[in-house]
């Protein structure tokens, strides 16, 4: 049974829409490190929903973000779940990568459809503090109509894909870094990395201010697909509560399938086959001095916002198991991208910096308890061991 109330349904606002005063809200990205610096605060609503505010230094806009999660994790699959967030964001920069680097070298691409699988894993106890989440190589199908030949084409697709800004978090082993407050009094981490500088201050309920830009389209962000068409995944579950059970070792896969519309937004089917789950619907669009107008959430928006949800979800699947206090918690990370190599023009592999990360606890537990509740999150987050594992993503072609 779903836990706690269904806060989104009940608020009457777009799971996802673009702040009309994000000065009022307080919120303003970091400054410009690499190419592109994203701060996205995120907190939670309603045990495992989680609104996310993402300001750009790139675009400029701010994005209100939503995220639940289904029946394996009891919550009411209001909103799309957080590793939703990184696959759509992923595809989509791949789109954009493989479409200005055809504009560059001169390439028409006639038809083009991209389709994606990310999976990731959980092992170990939670009890005994082993719990531990993995993450493994991503898999792309690139369908595709063009006049290239065989090799010409793998070659300018893994361009593409190496151009990418994620790249940067993908290839190599990046340690995330962090700050942590308890009850307003900041804690020196346990195992976790401490970021330099001060602990930023907490944001609190300065989300509520949050106005959404009045839309004269009337278009939808985000909404529902239906149920996931299911398909064999080794290790998969799909139960009520099975992201709960105290001993895990299960493989989740999220796929992604993105096209782009005449009207030069992508589209983005999010698919959930384990934890079997419903699908959602995504719109993207950068907005760049490239002409792109930004009507939607850019890539590095939604992976931002992807990060910092799943990272907040293992904080309530800890306290929940484990049947601790903490009354609320928020986040507020900073991640720094290079520009794309093809979209930003750099012709280089794209890179990324360590992600930073602020984390203010409310709790009655102890000092200790309140690190252990960062160590364990940051142990258990997918999209942590994403950065900190060397991945590849693993390339098929298919001609239409």
Known sequence: MPQGPNMLAQSGTPLFFELVNAADVGIAPPETRIGDSLRTWVRSLSVFQKEALVASS?????????????????????APCPLAFLSVGMVASYMNEIT???????????????????????TGSMPKRT????????????????DLGDAALNQFLMNAVHASPLNGLMRGHLESLFALSKNGVELAPAKALRVDGPIYPDPGDHFAKAQPVADPANERLCWPQGVTPK???????????????????????IGATCTLREDGMKEILQLQYSPHGTSFNFLSEEATENG??????????????????????????????????LSDYRIVQDSHFSLGGAS???????????????????????????????????????????CKTDLKTKLRVHRL
Request: glycine letters at 12%.
């Open 58 to 78: 790139r675009t400029g806009k701010v994005w209100r973000l939503a995220s639940d999660e289904g029946p394996y994790l009891d919550g009411h699959d209001a």
């Open 100 to 122: 200005a680097l055809a504009k560059q070298q001169g390439v028409e691409i006639r038809k083009l459809k991209l389709t994606q699988d990310n999976y990731y894993t959980m």
């Open 131 to 146: 719990m531990v989440g993995g993450a493994l190589p991503v898999e792309l199908q690139v369908e595709i109509d063009c």
């Open 344 to 386: 930003g023009g750099t012709g280089e592999a794209g890179r990324a910096d360590p992600l930073e990360t602020h984390v203010y606890l409310e709790t009655g537990e102890s000092d200790e308890t309140a690190r252990e509740m960062l160590d364990i999150s940051e142990q258990t987050c997918f999209l942590h061991a994403f």
């Open 231 to 253: 398909k064999p995944v080794t290790g998969g579950t799909a139960t009520a509560g099975s992201s709960l059970a105290a001993e895990q070792n299960r493989t989740l896969n």
């Open 292 to 325: 792109g107008l930004g009507r939607a959430p850019d890539a590095n928006s939604y992976i931002s916002a992807g990060i910092g949800f799943c990272f907040m979800t293992q904080f309530g699947r800890f306290v929940k198991m484990l049947n601790l206090d």
